[in-house]
Every structure is written in C-alpha cells, then in structure tokens.
C-alpha cells in the first residue's frame, strides 16, 4: 500500500479532460498538492491508504472554477449604483467614491470579503484587476487561493500612484516580490484603450515578453468606446491595440461586445484570449460577447463575472448557466454551447488565457489539486440524468461543500478554513455606512 495525503471518493468525478468525460465511483488521488492518481475506488482501496479519506457519496468533483476578470475589492460596493449604464456608472458613482475612499484597508476588506464569496461558490483561482495590488496579493497568500494579480495600469492618478510611470514601477516591484509564491502571480493590467495611451502600453508589451507574463485589459466593451475611439483616431481600440503590437498568445481581452466576422477571424489569428462576463455585460446593458462565433473560429474564450459593483455577485455557476443560455438565444441555435463547453469555459479554458493549464484547470495526474465538490442530492437536481447538465443548468452554488486548493481543504462541510466569518462580518456595517453617505 502507498501512503499519500488524501483520498476523495466521489460518486461521479468530471475531469474535463478528456472533453466530455463523466467518471463514476472513482477516487482521486492527492499527495504533496498534487493529483497523483485518479482512478475506481475499488481498486485505490488496494493501492493507497490516505491520511485523509473523504467518502463523497452524492457528489460530483469538478476542476476548481476560474473567474478571469474580477475587481475584487469592489465587493464592497455590491448594489451601490444599480441600473445604470457603463459611463454614467463609472464617472458618477464608482470613480468618485474610488476617490474618497480608496486606501489599504478598503482594498484588504474587500478582497477577503470576495474571497470568502468566491470560496463557498467553488472558485479556486482568480484574475483580478484594481488598486493596491499588493493587498490583494498578501489577502489571497494569506486565506490560500490561487490568483493572478493585476499590475494595474491608468493614465490618472489615484490613492495608488500618480502616474503611468509609478504604477509601472510599483507593479514591476510587486511582480519581483511575488517570484516564490506557488499560488500567486501577475499579469499586467492596463485598465482600457480609453484610460492607457499609447507610450504605458508600448512599456508593457516589451515587459511582458520579457518577464512572460499575461496583459489584462477591458477591450470593446461598450458601443460608445468603439464609436469614440474611431472618432479621435480613425481606427478601432482592437486595431489600435494591434498596431502597438500587444494583440499576441499573452493578450486577455475582456468583454468583447463589439466584435464584427472580420475582427473574430483576425483576433484567432493572434492567439489571444477573450474573457466573456455574460451577467455584467448584460446589467450594464453593454451588448453580447459573440462567443460561439468566437469558439468557432479557435479563439479561446473563458468566463469572469466582472467586479461585485457590476454583476452584483462573484457566481461562476450563474456565468456557466447565462452564457450558455445567451448564446443560444442571441444564435437561435440550441446547441450553441453545450453544457460541457460551458463548464469548460470555465475551468480550463480559464487556465489557459492566464498561462496556468499545466497546473490548474482539470483533473489530470500532475495537476495541482484544485478541487471542488458539489452535493448532486438536493431536490433541486433530482432526479439526475446528465451529471453535467446538472451543473450548468441547475445547481447552484450553495451546493457546493468542499474545496481544496493545490490539496490544501479551504472549505469544509460549507465552513471556511481560513477565513473568521464573524470578524469578517463585523467590518462590513461601516464601510455600508461610508459609501451610501458619500453616494
């Protein structure tokens, strides 16, 4: 018998590689982190004997979720400027009580805030985009979550930096401080082709290919981006972004309402990624991502929820449901998405666009234990036909119990491991009290 770390037995295990592959009554092998084996409970009961042996008999395991576009401190302004349109909700609402308020402590309290959420939903991994990305960082290290953190980028000052320059060179500094962490890495993160002009970006797409990380940026997004960028410079933020030379494999574009037959067939052509948040472009009445089209044509295409200010939630079920749901009805085609490609958008096609699939994004051997179990015995998924369907369509995340991230347990029988709830809770009444007096 081999000594390893933990067992899960699980009625049915998802690897999403192979596509379209639902196990039943198997066991999946954890040692050091790491997947080593994943195979019938029958024969690892011969095999392996596990300090830790979780008998999940009503779930399904999944890859942990990844949620590529999040500003999780926003958390914190969850409903404070509803119903209104991108522009109006930025310069009247978001920007001036980013202004007021903006600080260490509001970027701490609500990440953790966002990390609790996003724990007892079943993400393991997030890509984030905000202010103090170094807060973030220390937050997400601290409660055991994997993250890709933004090296933001703006052409304005903030509580942060007052210029292009500073936030480059104190993004630079955090990136170099974050070389030994196992979970937690950058990408650069120029905010939009609006809010970054040209000479930061031409900086970032040389750093990039030499420090080999992902650029994070909020691309067409709305109709009047698109229509006032070829007002001022007779070209589109997409054809600009190509002529600086950032559209390249390491490019996130997120968003992408606006998206024509001709841009989709040339952005394939670059190996660059698309981060679609159906819920947020749709609240913010933005448009629809055309991501069948998109996924046809061989772009990889993942899913972020956007920041809580605009979504109002960090669900990556309800991202799976809704854009699957939409792309059926804006195509006509009911098999446009299936649930299996949604899933998958949401795991490993994730994993992909931030350079993580050879360590997060499936169940396979070698992996980082990134692990999620979903209770399939509640009313609201019986009776069971397609494990799969089941998740997309009908669970949701409350069903979710157990989460381990690179084997470490981060939630347990729905209870947090590193994360006080109740202190958590006490901290929120006075920043509810700060932003609704100043808003």
Not at 283 to 291: D, E, M, N, Y
């Amino acid at each position: 018998m081999i000594d390893v770390d933990t067992l899960i037995h699980a009625r049915w295990i998802i690897p999403v590689i192979p596509h379209s592959t639902t196990l039943e009554h198997h066991c999946l092998v954890v040692d050091k982190g790491r997947i080593i084996d994943l195979l019938p409970i029958q024969n690892a009961e011969q095999k392996y004997t596990g300090k830790i042996v979780e008998k999940l008999e009503n779930h399904a395991l999944i890859p942990g979720l990844i949620n590529s576009h999040t500003h999780v401190p926003m958390n914190l302004m969850r409903g404070i400027a509803d119903d209104l349109p991108l522009m109006e909700w930025l310069e009247k609402h978001i920007w001036p009580l980013e202004q007021k308020w903006m600080s260490e402590e509001f970027v701490r309290d609500g990440t953790d805030l966002a990390i609790a959420e996003m724990l007892r939903g079943g993400t393991t991994c997030f890509n984030d985009m905000y202010f103090f990305p170094e807060v973030t960082a220390h937050q997400a290290i601290k409660h055991g979550i994997r993250a890709k953190v933004g090296l933001i980028l703006i052409d304005f000052p903030s509580a942060w930096a007052e210029n292009s320059d500073m936030y480059l060179e104190k993004g630079l500094a955090l990136h170099q401080s974050l070389l030994d962490q196992p979970l937690v890495s950058t990408a650069f993160a120029p905010h939009a082709p609006y809010t970054v002009s040209d000479d930061p970006l031409k900086k970032i797409r040389i750093f990039a290919d030499q420090l080999n990380i992902p650029i994070h940026m909020h691309v067409h997004e709305t109709e009047f981006e698109v229509h006032q960028q070829q007002q001022q410079t007779s070209q589109t933020p997409l054809e600009r972004l190509d002529k600086l030379g950032l559209l390249t494999p390491s490019f996130i574009a997120v968003h992408m309402t606006q998206f024509s037959d001709k841009e989709i067939a040339h952005y394939a052509t670059t190996g660059a990624h698309i981060v679609h948040c159906p819920e947020s472009n749709l609240k913010l009445g933005s448009g629809f991502c055309p991501i069948s089209l998109a996924l046809a044509a061989g772009i990889n295409v993942a899913l972020g929820t956007d920041g809580a200010a605009s979504n109002n939630d960090l669900d990556m079920f309800g991202e799976m449901r809704t854009a699957a749901l939409l792309a059926k009805g804006v195509t006509g085609n009911a098999s446009s998405i299936p649930a299996m490609t949604a899933l998958k958008m949401a795991t490993l096609n994730g994993a992909k666009a931030l350079g993580l699939e050879n360590e997060t994004g499936s169940l396979s051997i070698g992996k980082a234990a990134d692990v999620v179990a979903i209770n399939l015995d509640e009313l609201e998924t019986q009776p069971l036909y397609d494990v799969v369907s089941h998740i997309v369509y009908a669970c949701s995340r409350q069903q979710v119990t157990d989460v381990w991230v690179a084997g470490k347990q981060l939630l347990k029988q729905r209870q947090l491991t590193t994360l006080d709830v109740v202190e958590l809770k006490a901290k929120l009444p006075k920043w509810q009290q700060r932003l609704a007096a100043f808003n």
